[in-house]
């Protein structure tokens, strides 16, 4: 099982940027497919954006142009690059392996989640 601890959350104004990590341990084989989260208090939790084994990426329209996946392989990390933040963005926010179709990555989360980083975003 792939073991995650997310970091980097915090409190800034609209417009402003934050970088989460997460920090991933656990996982075998070659491929590994990683999501990242998010959960507004009351809504339910959408995915964000995904990074392939490749480094392919993938983000939500609502993301899109101002979120940024990456990762470290060296160092088993993965991060969130997140800018021009908006109020709308506050929520926690996840990473966690996600289920793999053909050689595409899916907005299906795969294993147990991780506590998170609270992201708050004000005008």
């Known amino acids: 099982q792939v073991q995650v601890v997310e970091s980097g959350g915090g409190s800034v104004q609209a417009g402003g940027s934050l970088r989460l990590s997460c920090a991933a341990s656990g996982y075998t084989g070659s491929r590994v497919c990683m999501g990242w989260f998010r959960q507004a208090p009351g809504e339910e939790r959408e995915g964000v954006a995904l990074i392939d084994s490749d480094g392919y990426e993938t983000y939500a329209d609502s993301v899109k142009g101002r979120f940024t996946a990456s990762k470290d392989n060296s160092k088993n990390t993965l991060y969130l690059q997140m800018n021009a933040l908006k109020q709308e963005d506050t929520g926690m926010y996840y990473c966690?392996?996600?289920?793999?179709?053909?050689?595409?990555?899916?907005?299906?989360?795969?294993?147990?989640w991780g506590q998170g980083t609270q992201v708050t975003v004000s005008s």
């Open positions: 966690i392996r996600v289920i793999e179709v053909g050689r595409s990555c899916t907005f299906q989360p795969s294993g147990h």
